[in-house]
């Protein structure tokens, strides 16, 4: 079984929305995280999915999957106290659903709506061969890592390096058994699932995406999603 778990539990201080977190923004009469789950809901190889939504919106999320026809959502719980401990609950939901310890588990973003179906088959194909996908791109540019008073430590190779983005994949008997041993050591606040699961020993591998699949947060970010939107359905009528 592969399963996704779109994380949706932030409130999206950053987006500056008037009335409504920034997942339940409106493109074309649509809100982002319906645009993002569509995704899933239209691949062949997802065979369920469980999204983690602020607790209060989560009435307006059931409300969604009946109007969308969302039917491969099997659950929609709460978030959590962190960002990890919100995929926290979503993998523990995702296991009572689980049919064996080979199933797959999909990471992914309630406002990264640009996903391809193809990077859905290469995370699964990836986590089949070597238990993990982690989808990113490679730098356009060069970056530096920097200490606390901003002087250059290191300018890593560019041909090197990448940039993670989502989903990032995993079996979900594994990322559970990092989860719960990085609870166990206090540590409820790692920034994702690669980090957490590079810290606990785990081998992680990545797939390359493409730069599209950008995380909505600001309102630049949401303004340029309309337009690549735009641009995707374009596509469809010109040929």
Known sequence: MNIAVIFAGGSGTRMNSKDKPKQFLLVHGKPIIVHTIEVFQNHPDIDAVVVVCI??????MEELKFRYRLDKIRTIVPGGSTGQM???NGLEAAEKISGNDDDIVLIHDGVRPLITADELTLNIESVKKHGSAITCVKTKETFVLVDDDNKVIKVPDRAHSYV???PQSFRLKDILAAQRKAIADGNTNMI???TLMQQY????YCIIGNYENMKITTPDDFYTFRALYDA???QQLYF
């Open 55 to 60: 607790a209060d919106w989560i009435d307006h």
């Open 86 to 88: 919100s995929i926290f």
């Open 164 to 166: 993670a983005k989502a």
């Open 192 to 194: 994702d699932s690669c």
């Open 201 to 204: 020993g785990y081998e992680t």
């Open 232 to 234: 995707r359905e374009n």
